[in-house]
């Protein structure tokens, strides 16, 4: 995947909701198919992200953490 098909979020220090609602507005700029990747350290996102696709039909790809620090890649819908 080639960069410009990717955004980046930096959500880190952030507490729910807001990881989700900033992706929410983020995704507004972002293309169909191309891919946002979202920074965050709250643990409550996974949960958060997982429910925010599942209402969008947005396709989350991927979450991973490593050292309290998630990364999330979240594929635009159409």
Same mark, same amino acid.
Request: proline share 8%.
């Given at each position: 995947m080639s960069d410009a098909s990717k955004t980046v979020l930096d959500a880190t220090g952030l507490r729910c909701p807001l990881p989700? %609602? +900033? /992706? +929410? @507005? /983020?995704? @507004?700029?972002? *293309? !169909? #198919? /191309?891919? %946002? *990747?979202? %920074? /965050?350290?709250? !643990? #409550?996102a996974v949960a958060d992200f997982q429910a925010f696709c599942q209402t969008t039909g947005d396709e989350l790809l991927s979450w991973d953490e490593a050292d309290g620090r998630f990364t999330f890649q979240i594929r635009k819908a159409g």
């Open positions: 989700v %609602l +900033r /992706a +929410r @507005k /983020a995704m @507004k700029s972002v *293309e !169909p #198919g /191309a891919v %946002l *990747e979202v %920074l /965050a350290t709250d !643990p #409550g």
